[in-house]
């Protein structure tokens, strides 16, 4: 059976965007601050509420309060290493603008 041509229709309706306008970003509370640090910070956060999540749903689908709990530490861990080096990069880039230079 062959199959019917299909019809491109355009609409004469231009779309309008739906996305909402950007917010404005806060002032920095030092002169080093800005938005990296304030997406680091937001990382970290999504992290820990993930490490709080995470265990909570294992043990509503069936898992051992020791495995879960297992998950926890395990996730705990790794955001606690992950913030470190957050803020270790963070600290370097800030210096590095201090000095006035910039990698490339």
């Known amino acids: 059976m ?3 041509p299909t019809v491109a229709v355009r ?4 779309p309008t965007p739906t996305l909402a306008a950007p917010r404005a970003e806060p002032a920095p509370a030092e002169p080093g601050a800005g938005r990296g640090e ?3 910070g937001d990382v970290v956060r999504w992290a820990v ?3 709080v999540l995470v265990p909570v749903v294992l043990v509503v689908y069936g898992t051992s309060l020791g ?11 790794v955001t606690a290493a992950c913030r470190l080096l957050l803020r270790r990069s963070e600290r370097g880039l ?6 006035g230079g910039r990698r490339r």
């Not at 800030?94 to 000095?99: K, V």
């Open 2 to 4: 062959p199959v019917p």
């Open 11 to 14: 609409s004469s309706v231009t």
């Open 38 to 40: 304030q997406a680091a």
């Open 49 to 51: 509420f993930c490490c």
């Open 67 to 77: 495995g879960a709990a297992g998950a926890a530490l395990g996730l705990l861990s």
């Open 94 to 99: 800030r210096a590095e603008t201090a000095r």
